[in-house]
């Protein structure tokens, strides 16, 4: 349908994954002599291998061929990660096609949120959130060893879970049957409410399994934490962390290590307010200077512009 009803086209932006995206957007650019632009967002086969999606290596093997296929061909290719560059590189592309440009947040749901009925724990203790997709990958076992070793050292802190997933069932399960008092689950709020409850959080939670695709990715919720201007825990290594460093948003932890979480919490609470609200600070403006909404757009444009 494309070929029949597009005109006066300049480029193709295509948005991976899916892979047949970019395969649309690879014959377009070929019979309408365009050059075309892949948005990648998650690695393929890597992730679908990672995440178990698809075990058959037959299947992977192939996933992998036509997306190198694809990436050849491209005029440009835009990735979310310097890490996500360098896997792509490894690949054969030539490292002057491919261009980072982070994500950004849903800015106006986060700065002009609607208020909420949920609340937060009030029982005199520092809450710290992790909002977002309760799955496997976000390693929920770490986070409930975690609470049970700050209950047990009496550490004046709640972990609140917000949102749905998977893992949940099992992780509320595990956290009744170790009788933790400090650890909430709050079910999942329209997106228009998240930012309220964020903005009254004291530190904010990223977490994943220790993975070593995770390493290179940047997950979302990163951006929002950031631009609500709140300090946070990393537990995530590789580019998300750095984004954390340079920024000076926070304290990085070990991935799915239960000690390191609970030794970053307590670092964290155990800060003045001043400073925890000074890393807050930190990171909001970081956020606007570089990952913007207003940044990322005016990178693509010079995408755009470059190969017109």
Known sequence: IGLLKTRNIDVIYSYHPPLTTSLSALLLGFFKRIPFVIDVQDLWPDTLSATGMVKNKKALFLVGKVCDFVYKRAAKIVVLSPGFKK??????????????????????????????TVNLP?????NLVFAGNLGYAQGLPTIVNAAEILQNN??????????????????IKESEFKSLRNLFFIPRVPMQQVGAILSKSDMLLVHLTDNELFEITVPSRTQAYLAMGKPIIMGVAGDAADLISKSDSGIICEPDNATSLVAAIKELSQLSVSKREQ????????????????????????????II
């Open 87 to 116: 896997r792509i590189e490894s690949r054969g592309v030539s490292k002057e096609k491919v261009e980072v440009i982070y994500n950004w947040c849903n800015e106006p749901l986060l700065n002009d949120f609607q208020e909420t």
């Open 122 to 126: 009030d029982n005199g203790n520092l």
């Open 154 to 171: 009496e550490v004046n802190v709640n972990i609140i879970l917000l949102g749905d997933g998977v893992a949940k069932s099992e992780a």
């Open 279 to 306: 890393m807050g600070l930190n990171g909001r403006s970081f956020y606007y200077q570089a990952l913007s909404l207003k940044i990322g757009v005016s990178k693509f444009i010079r995408v755009f512009e470059d």
